[in-house]
């Protein structure tokens, strides 16, 4: 049984940029999650998706987008990259609303220059 | 005040010690509590949800204390591979479902 894959495993992006980053969920998952964790800090809630629609958000700049796909599957996208969104970004997957327990990605390690 | 604290240690125990981290949270209308373990440069993973009740789970005891506000970890006779950062993680029901996670305890056990 497949857990929560990322990909890629690390990205390294110039100010202005966009990244795209992927998600395939647990088997059995429908509720995906995205968070930035920045070095030394907890997890930040970025979003969550469930039947293909944003259903959460946290505090994070329009920047920040999403999308899931049918297959429950999702992507994070960041416009505009700035110095400050170096990050590992963790993709958490779950069964359903509102929150239940969440396992998580490898994550991708992203670097903005 | 943030709305979950931890200490963030380091935590620097002998092999077979037991350590209690607490975790305290602001939002009194939290309803699910978890612990997560995460090593080095790896992602997450969850240790144990936190019951009204309390739970244990071998050699680790969860408790919820509502009326204070925080949630406590328990690791008893301490292993070198307990070594890693605990995180609590607060999410409340309702309209806003948004987890909220500490920024973690380091735990470093030696010979």
């Known amino acids: 049984d497949a857990g929560v894959t990322q990909s890629p495993t690390h990205l390294i992006k110039t100010r202005g940029q966009q990244v795209t980053l992927r998600c395939s969920p647990k088997s059995g998952h429908d509720t995906v999650s995205w968070y930035q964790q920045a070095l030394g800090q907890g997890p930040q809630f970025i979003f969550q998706y469930y039947e293909e629609e944003e259903r959460q958000r946290g505090n994070f700049p329009d920047r920040f987008s999403g999308h899931q796909f049918p297959n429950y599957s999702s992507e994070l996208n960041v416009n505009a990259l700035l110095l400050g969104d170096s990050a590992l970004y963790l993709c958490?997957?779950?069964?359903?609303?509102?929150?239940?327990?969440?396992?998580f990605g490898p994550g991708t390690r992203l670097t903005v220059l | 005040r943030k709305e979950v604290e931890q200490d963030p240690g380091p935590f620097n125990v002998p092999e077979g010690a037991t350590v209690a981290f607490n975790c305290t949270y602001s939002n009194s209308a939290s309803q699910s509590f978890f612990w997560y373990r995460q090593d080095c440069r790896k992602e997450p993973k969850l240790l144990m949800s936190?019951?009204?009740s309390g739970n244990e789970d071998g050699r680790f005891t969860a408790q919820l204390n509502r009326a204070s506000q925080y949630i406590s970890l328990l690791i008893r006779d301490s292993k070198l591979s307990d070594s890693a950062t605990y995180l609590c993680?607060?999410?409340?029901?309702?309209?806003?479902?948004?987890?909220?996670f500490g920024r973690g305890t380091s735990l470093i056990v030696h010979p």
């Open positions: 936190v019951y009204s």
């Open positions: 958490a997957s779950s069964q359903g609303l509102p929150y239940n327990e969440q396992f």
């Open positions: 993680v607060v999410a409340a029901s309702g309209g806003s479902y948004i987890p909220t």
